[in-house]
């Protein structure tokens, strides 16, 4: 992988923990990350005019990640209700760069080197680290965080084939995001109108830096798939992680614990030996 690709991906990731930190620090963390979809899909409605429409190879792609990607936001929910995030995050994100590699090569006849087997593995046991770094306060919820790493890893494998076919990343992933975002949004509206109006006028800002770095994040990802192994990328736009536990830190002022950091330092070094695979 060059330089350039890796650094982008770091950045996707970095930009991946910047909205998930304007979720977290949002006072209604459902309608914070309505309001991020809701400017996600306006920000796509915008572009897509200005941008070539994605080759017809590739839409049933789009149909079947559209339909992947509600479910995750839906199991999100369920999974947040009776897990903690601090738990359930990382077992979802930990597990499913390891689907993905194992997928890839196993059933769709892709090709790793040994040294991105040992940087994914590396990462996930990093990332799997935090998530049982704690107790297990519901053993339900975090089958829920698993079930949802599987649909993770499908959406990761199915837009990885999709963008290629493309022929234009930016437009497929923009198409994605509409048409997610279209279904959340009139869901809100018939459940939560009111204050999902009163919220978005207080919080629009958090919407905009939200919905502008999902966007960008997961473009920037799907945009590396084109040019190097998805199970590696997926591995490596994980380290949001360490991005996330800094922010932590640093701007959110949580208490990070000894066995975070070493996680942490796991992931670095499976980052670091992804840049050589």
């Not at 040994?114 to 339900?140: D, E, P, Q, V």
Request: with cysteine; proline share 3%.
């Amino acid at each position: 992988m060059t330089i350039f690709v890796f650094s982008v991906v770091l950045f996707a990731a970095a930009l991946h923990a910047i909205w998930n930190a304007v979720v977290k620090g949002g006072a209604d963390k459902l309608l914070t990350t309505v309001l991020v979809t809701t400017w996600a899909t306006l920000i796509a409605a915008v572009c897509l005019p200005f941008l070539p429409v994605p080759s017809r190879e590739s839409w049933p792609f789009i149909g079947v990640s559209t339909l992947l990607q509600i479910g995750y936001y839906v199991l999100v929910a369920r999974t947040y209700h009776l897990a903690d995030m601090s738990q359930a995050y990382p077992l979802m994100r930990g597990t499913a760069p390891l689907l993905v590699a194992m997928i890839s090569v196993g059933i769709l006849g892709g090709h790793l080197t040994t040294s991105a087997w040992i940087g994914i593995a590396i990462i996930c046991a990093g990332i799997l680290a935090m998530a049982t770094s704690g107790h297990a306060k519901n053993k339900a919820g975090l089958a829920f965080a698993l079930l949802n790493a599987g649909v993770i890893a499908s959406y990761t494998l199915i837009d990885g084939l999709g963008v290629r076919l493309s022929g234009t990343p930016a437009a497929y992933t923009l198409w994605i995001f509409l048409l997610t975002g279209i279904p959340l949004i009139v869901w809100t509206f018939v459940a939560r109108r009111a204050d999902f109006q009163g919220y978005s006028a207080a919080n629009w800002h958090l919407g905009l830096v939200g919905g502008a770095g999902t966007i960008i994040s997961y473009g920037l990802a799907l945009w590396a798939m084109t040019l190097a192994p998805v199970a590696v990328i997926a591995a490596l736009r994980e380290t949001s992680i360490l991005f996330g536990t800094a922010i932590s830190a640093l701007v959110l002022k949580e208490r990070v614990s000894a066995a975070r950091v070493i996680a942490v330092c796991i992931i670095a070094i499976g980052a670091g030996i992804l840049r050589f695979a």
